[in-house]
T-cell receptor, first 110, second 116 residues
């Protein structure tokens, strides 16, 4: 089956850097996604990793280690609008399912 | 359409009634997913389709829940004999394909179901 773990809540200060970790177990790994979800809204795509290493996109970066079943999302120069839930999701080539973790609620404080 | 459309946005129903939730995916998208999301939680997988074929329904809670996508486009999630525990946000998502970045899921705004 598929299993994803990420911290429930995190707090950080405006302007700082925060790292949100995700560990996963899946049969037939076919990629890992990070989504952002603001309260009351639908999840929106942030990043995709299928190979080991770091993918950088502006203030956001995502890292993947397939051998460790581990990923992180790095947010730099935090802004108040970054307060949201961050969802780690994994696809399986065996099942085709896209499974989400419970989400990490990030609160950015002034 | 331009995005994934779900209807209705809000549905209040009495316990014991049947409800049908509709999802209109992005045109040309092969895969369609149904999720249920509780407040403060991530989307919980229910079922998904590739074209008209239901690939996996292992997440459906019980046999009161069913889904179809008869022409490989619009999908309907049906809940029979609703119970209060069925109250939740039901989200639909679609993706272009089944491999790699094509599996990026685009979400609709969801249907908020309340069973009273």
């Amino acid at each position: 089956g598929q299993n994803i773990d990420q911290p429930t809540e995190m707090t950080a200060t405006e302007g700082a850097i925060v790292q949100i970790n995700c560990t996963y177990q899946t049969s037939g790994f076919n990629g890992l996604f990070w989504y952002q979800q603001h309260a009351g809204e639908a999840p929106t795509f942030l990043s995709y990793n299928v190979l080991d290493g770091l993918e950088e996109k502006g203030r956001f970066s995502s890292f993947l280690s397939r051998s460790k079943g581990y990923s992180y999302l790095l947010l730099k120069e935090l802004q108040m609008k970054d307060s949201a839930s961050y969802l780690c999701a994994v696809t399986s080539s065996n099942t085709g399912k896209l499974i989400f973790g419970q989400g990490t609620t990030l609160q950015v404080k002034p | 359409g331009a995005g994934v459309s779900q209807s209705p946005r809000y549905k209040v129903t009495k316990r014991g009634q049947d409800v049908a939730l509709r999802c209109d995916p992005i045109s040309g998208h092969v895969s369609l997913y149904w999720y249920r999301q509780a407040l403060g939680q991530g989307p919980e997988f229910l079922t998904y389709f590739n074209y008209e074929a239901q690939q996996d329904k292992s997440g459906l809670p019980n046999d009161r829940f069913s889904a179809e996508r008869p022409e490989g486009s619009i999908s309907t999630l049906t809940i029979q004999r609703t119970e209060q525990r069925d109250s939740a946000m039901y989200r639909c998502a679609s993706s272009l394909g089944t491999g790699g970045l094509d599996t990026e899921a685009f979400f609709g705004q969801g249907t908020r179901l309340t069973v009273v």
